[in-house]
Structure formats: structure tokens, C-alpha cells
């Protein structure tokens, strides 16, 4: 069993004895993870489609005392067999792979007495529950209980409690773009075009999506509607350790960001949400932004998130990540340390940069804290609102 990162090396990604960021808050990090079943719906993905309700999994992420961890093993956050799944989507083999463990404790007991915010974390297409775990149990280490959801059949695997697993539905990649070829070359043209103003770009994605992005609004939708069932599990099952007096956060990567943006613009409950790089799917005219919303960006998808800058009633933020590559905005940045796939920034730069916006950010609006949301201020990182 291994507890650090991997290379990909010539021919494969190899384990290696690569530095990873261990959680710098002042609580050691419980974690348990449990399946819930959205009744009142029918799986429309994967070889369950029209069979059994749907069903999702979640990683929960809770504050603990050291003294409870004390002699405890480390859960594993990264199984061998997700590990070689993850190998295969990104067609880069694994050589020896083997669990991987994360900085957490297996149903550790929670702080007894103590509540902490919520926030929910929503992965990308094509990715895993837990693919921000390293900022997930920094969150955590610093007073957050975080609930990262498994959206099944749009992971590479899906892990359940029960032991069951499901692969991802090639449906998500083959339907896209629909058609897949001419909403490709679209979706190109759309994020290499950045001229006019932010009212100017965004009518061009508006355009470009209500043609060709019909599955993957959809999809988002149905992402909605797992964080609603979630929420109201944890809401039942963990009222003990949770403390919503001022709503739920939420945060995302590439379309779990864009769901995020989605969940602020439609769910009272959430009150506040950050965006990692996702294009701004949804139909919103005539609709305001009435929560605080931070947007973080690279420059190929800068002119796919120009929304976040216009309808806005309440904070917003957005800092473009320069030099940064889409799948960089996650653990992939220590995993594939190829600058052209995950960007050009360090690894353990942006790493602090995006925990730190994340906890001031929900600090900020979660907690009441009056401290100035946080900003980066160096040459990788440009502010754009």
C-alpha cells in the first residue's frame, strides 16, 4: 500500500516517492463513505438505464481530534482498481498499481459537541469522487465537513458502500456534443474566440450551447438532482456534526463546477459556490446571480464562463489561472506532471492558492468570518473581475 502521489512515466504512470501536500489545519480528518437511492427516480445512464432507481455514492470529510486517531490506520482514498480505470480513460497504462491511501481515518469519531459548515464537491465528466482529495481534507483539517459526490456512470468507476461497482458510460463522451464532430469544431471556435465584451462572449456560448450542448445540460440537471437527494441524506443522518444556519457551499470541477453555478442559481439552500473551470452550461436570461460566487479559470476557457461576470447582485470573483491546463484543476496536477495536459503552474503553488480561496471564501460566507476573500497576487494569476 502507498501513500504518496504517482508519475507518469515513458509508457505509463509509475508510483513514486513524489511529494504531495498533507492537510495543514488544526483537526486531524475523519471520512465514511455511504450510498444513497434517489427513489423517485430511474437510472437514465449505463447498463442499469431504465432498470432500477439511481444511485449515487458520496466520501464524507469531517473535522476529528487527534486522540481519536491515535493508532489508527489511514483509510484509502484511491483504490487499485480506480487507480487502473483512471489509467485506461486517459489511455496511459499503470504499472504496479496498488491502493493508494488518503490523509483521513475511517469513521473516526467526529468532534464531539462541534458543528461545522457544509460544502459540497462535484466532480468533472469523465473523472471521480474523489478528484480533488487533497484540497477536500484541507477543507476539512480546517473546519469543514465536505461531502464529495460519485455521479455514477460519469465517473471513470464508481466504488459503492455495498461493494458494488459501475464503470463509466461511454454515453458522456460519444454524446457530448450533439452532433459530436460539428459541435466539437464549435466548441473549439467558441473558446479560441475572446473577443467583444462579457455580454458579447457569453451570447456566443449561449448560442453555441443551446445548439449542440442539449445531453450535457441535461446532465447537469440530473447532477442537481443527486446534490438535492445527498444533501437531505446528510442532512438526516449527520444533523449531529452540521451547521447550515447559513446555508451550503459548493464547489466543482469542469461540469460539477458548472453545476455548482447551477445549484446557487436555482436551490435556496445554497448559499454561496465556487466554480473550477467549468463552461457555464444552463439557460439563465432573465435570471440573476443572487449569491457570492468565485470563478476560477484557465485562459482556453475564459470566453465559456464570461456569465459569471454579468447578472450578478451579490460578490463575485474571478481569477484567471494563466498557464494552467483544464485537468490541472485537480489532484491530475500531481498525478501527470506534464505541463501540456495539466497546465505550467507548480503543483504545490496552485494547490495553496486554491485552498486558500476556497477557505476564505467559505469562511467568509459560511462561517460570517470578516476576513477579505482571497486573491493571488503573482504572475500566474490574473483577476478579471
Not at 12 to 29: C, D, L, Q, R
Not at 137 to 159: N, P
Request: glycine share 8%; charged share 25%.
Amino acid at each position: 500500500m502507498k501513500q504518496d502521489s504517482f508519475l507518469c512515466g515513458s509508457g505509463g504512470i509509475n508510483m513514486a516517492n513524489t511529494i504531495t501536500p498533507k492537510p495543514a489545519g488544526e483537526y486531524k480528518v475523519g471520512t465514511t463513505v455511504f450510498d444513497v437511492t434517489d427513489s423517485g427516480r430511474v437510472e437514465k445512464l449505463g447498463t442499469d438505464a431504465g432498470k432500477i432507481p439511481r444511485k449515487v455514492s458520496v466520501r464524507l470529510y469531517y473535522p476529528v481530534l487527534l486522540q481519536t486517531v491515535v493508532g489508527m490506520d489511514k483509510a484509502i482514498a484511491m483504490s487499485a482498481a480506480r487507480l487502473t480505470a483512471l489509467g485506461k480513460f486517459y489511455h496511459m497504462p499503470i504499472k504496479g498499481a496498488e491502493d493508494i491511501e488518503g490523509e483521513f481515518y475511517q469513521d473516526a469519531e467526529p468532534v464531539p459537541g462541534k458543528r461545522f459548515p457544509l460544502v459540497i464537491f462535484s466532480h468533472g465528466m469523465g473523472s471521480y469522487r474523489e478528484s480533488n482529495n487533497l484540497m477536500l481534507t484541507e477543507l476539512a483539517s480546517r473546519g469543514f465537513v465536505v461531502a464529495a459526490i460519485g455521479h455514477t456512470y460519469e465517473e471513470v468507476l464508481s466504488e459503492f458502500a455495498d461493494g458494488t461497482t459501475a464503470l463509466f458510460d461511454k454515453r458522456c463522451q460519444a454524446d457530448m456534443y450533439q452532433p459530436k464532430m460539428k459541435g466539437t469544431i464549435e466548441a473549439l471556435k467558441v473558446m479560441l474566440n475572446k473577443k467583444g465584451n462579457f455580454e458579447e462572449q457569453y451570447r456566443r456560448f449561449n448560442t453555441f450551447q443551446s445548439r449542440y450542448c442539449g445531453f450535457l445540460i441535461e446532465r447537469m440537471e440530473e447532477r442537481a438532482k443527486d446534490i438535492r437527494v445527498v444533501l437531505n441524506a446528510i442532512k438526516s443522518s449527520f444533523a449531529d456534526i452540521i451547521d447550515t444556519r447559513h446555508g451550503v457551499g459548493i464547489s466543482g470541477h469542469s461540469i460539477g463546477g458548472a453545476t455548482a453555478y447551477y445549484m446557487c442559481m436555482h436551490d435556496d439552500e445554497f448559499t454561496c459556490g465556487i466554480n473550477l473551470d467549468g463552461m457555464l452550461l444552463g439557460h439563465y436570461d432573465g435570471m440573476s446571480m443572487k449569491k457570492p460566487f468565485y470563478q476560477i479559470s484557465c485562459e482556453d476557457a475564459r470566453s465559456t464562463v464570461s456569465r459569471v461576470a454579468i447578472d450578478n447582485e451579490a460578490p463575485v470573483y474571478w481569477e484567471l489561472f494563466n498557464g494552467m491546463k483544464h485537468v490541472g484543476f485537480a489532484d491530475m496536477k500531481f498525478m501527470v506532471p506534464i505541463k501540456s495536459v495539466v497546465g505550467k503552474m507548480d503543483p504545490m503553488k496552485y494547490h495553496e492558492y486554491v485552498c486558500r480561496i476556497h477557505l476564505s471564501f467559505f469562511d467568509a460566507y459560511l462561517n460570517g468570518v470578516p476576513y477579505e476573500v482571497y486573491a493571488p497576487d503573482d504572475n500566474f494569476v490574473r483577476k478579471l473581475v
